[in-house]
């Protein structure tokens, strides 16, 4: 195996170029698989984080039949990682790297010999400055991935805690343009000058609700936990290494009196003694003991006292702004109500207006379900053709029937009035006349007039039986 991986990486024309923008040694090396992409960071002890990835969008392949290098904890966790570079047995070249020496063995040699193949096809993605001061020695920095988030890593050093977010992978996402990764502090211990790690130890959580925690131990012994739940850049925590008492942190206002103070304080627990009523407060142990007596009082009742009023005062301005938003939420209920009541009567005149209307309504339909057409059916075919028939007759018929009524009528009244005439002037019955006048109309031309007067009459009367119908019909429809 052989290394580092960047002095692998580099080619012979840019070795001076690449080696000066990272200077110092190489103080911490990660490797994490981010979708079809392969990570690789190498941090420098000059301040600096070198991210690589894989040329190739494949994972690293070994040699068939030599096993990984690779550092694995008990828990089966990879510690360290490189890119193993093996020879080829069928490559004369690396077979001249790789032959056994006669003073040392065949694993000896292997693993002094030097690797004449290709070099491992790295990307260079981005060069992070995290920015931190000079010192004559290097920086010490410690890598850590995040267990959900694979773009995401931490650097631990002697300023604090920072967290690496990479926002392009060429494999994973080649749609996006190339940004660069950002830095954002986690924690800051204001003491960066150190190169001297602040951490003793560190671990990264993944927990049930998918949240990552850091817990740390610092080199003071203080543990801490941040959770990273909906990230969004807030200032960082400030942790103070230089002092040696760990303080209580009091919580913040609340707005409410603490159970402490309400329930009143604990009375103390005074010994039992027989021999307190023969004390005299003259005498040195009477003092000692009124001396005890008072200091225990002090403890136990001045300063419940003391703490009361400092509670008190500094509520005294929260309960005044409490009253004052409850007494204007309440007079905002009260308008409210006001306005409701008003309305209120308004409601009750339109609701009864509206049931006004309803029944007016019903009353109309009832009146028309009474007229004639309401209940009317529609035709059947046969009523149909008879009404067509009428149309017909109302139309045509009709007058033809008329006029000829007319013509007939004036006629007879003409035929009358000659035969009349006649007889008048004879003195003789009109039939009698006629024969003795010798007359033209003959018996049978008199008894077909009379048949054709009687036809004529009952068409006359069939004729007005249909008028009498057609009358009527008409009435019908135009109702």
Excluded at 43 to 72: C, F, M
Excluded at 413 to 435: D, E, L, Y
């Amino acid at each position: 195996m052989q290394g580092p991986l960047c002095t692998v990486c580099e080619e012979s024309n840019e070795s001076e170029s690449k080696s000066s923008s990272c200077e110092g040694k190489a103080v911490g090396f990660m490797y994490s698989s981010a979708g079809k992409d392969s990570v690789l960071v190498t941090a420098w002890g000059s301040g600096l984080l070198q991210v690589d990835a894989l040329a190739d969008e494949i994972q690293p392949r070994w040699n068939i039949g030599v096993p990984s290098r690779l550092n694995v904890d008990s828990h089966g966790q990879i510690n360290n990682v490189a890119m193993i570079c093996d020879s080829n047995s069928q490559d004369p070249l690396a077979l001249r790297s790789h032959r056994p020496s006669s003073t040392g063995s065949n694993v000896k040699s292997n693993i002094e010999a030097v690797w004449m193949g290709h070099s491992p096809p790295l990307l260079r993605l981005a060069i992070v400055d995290l920015a931190l001061p000079k010192t004559p020695n290097d920086n010490s920095l410690s890598l850590f991935a995040d267990p959900l988030v694979p773009e995401r890593f931490y650097c631990a050093h002697g300023g604090g805690l920072d967290m690496v977010t990479l926002h392009f992978l060429p494999f994973s996402y080649p749609e996006m343009s190339s940004t660069p990764p950002s830095v954002h502090p986690v924690l800051t211990t204001g003491n960066s000058e150190t190169s001297s790690p602040f951490l003793s130890g560190f671990v990264t959580i993944a927990d049930a609700y998918g949240h990552v925690q850091l817990a740390g131990i610092t080199c003071l012994g203080e543990c801490f936990v941040v959770e990273m739940k909906g990230w969004k850049e807030p200032a960082p925590l400030q942790l103070d290494l230089e002092s040696k008492i760990v303080k209580d942190v009091e919580p913040p206002a609340t707005g409410m009196i603490s159970k402490e103070l309400i329930a009143g304080p604990d009375p103390p627990i005074l010994p039992s003694s027989s021999s307190l009523k023969s004390l005299t407060p003259d005498s040195i142990e009477g003092k000692s003991t009124l001396h005890h007596y008072i200091k225990v009082f002090h403890e136990y009742y001045v300063e419940y006292g003391h703490k009361v009023f400092i509670e008190l005062k500094e509520h005294a301005d929260y309960l005044k702004t409490e009253m004052e938003d409850k007494q204007k939420r309440l007079e905002a209920v009260k308008k409210s109500l006001i306005s409701v009541e008003a309305k209120d009567g308004d409601i009750n005149k339109r609701i009864d207006r509206a049931f006004k209307v309803y029944e007016l309504l019903e009353k109309r339909i009832d009146s028309f379900k009474m007229l004639p057409a309401a209940n009317k059916k529609p035709l059947t075919q046969a009523e149909q053709e008879f009404k067509s028939q009428l149309d017909r007759f109302a139309d045509v018929e009709l007058d033809a029937l008329r006029s000829s009524i007319a013509a007939l009528s004036a006629r007879m009244k003409r035929f009358a009035q000659q035969s009349t005439g006649s007889a008048a002037s004879t003195g003789m019955v009109p039939w009698q006349a006629q024969r003795a006048g010798r007359s033209h109309i003959s018996e049978s031309q008199m008894s077909l007039l009379k048949s054709s007067l009687e036809k004529l009459s009952l068409l006359n009367e069939e004729n007005s039986l249909k008028l009498r119908l057609i009358d009527h019909e008409l009435k019908n429809q135009e109702r």
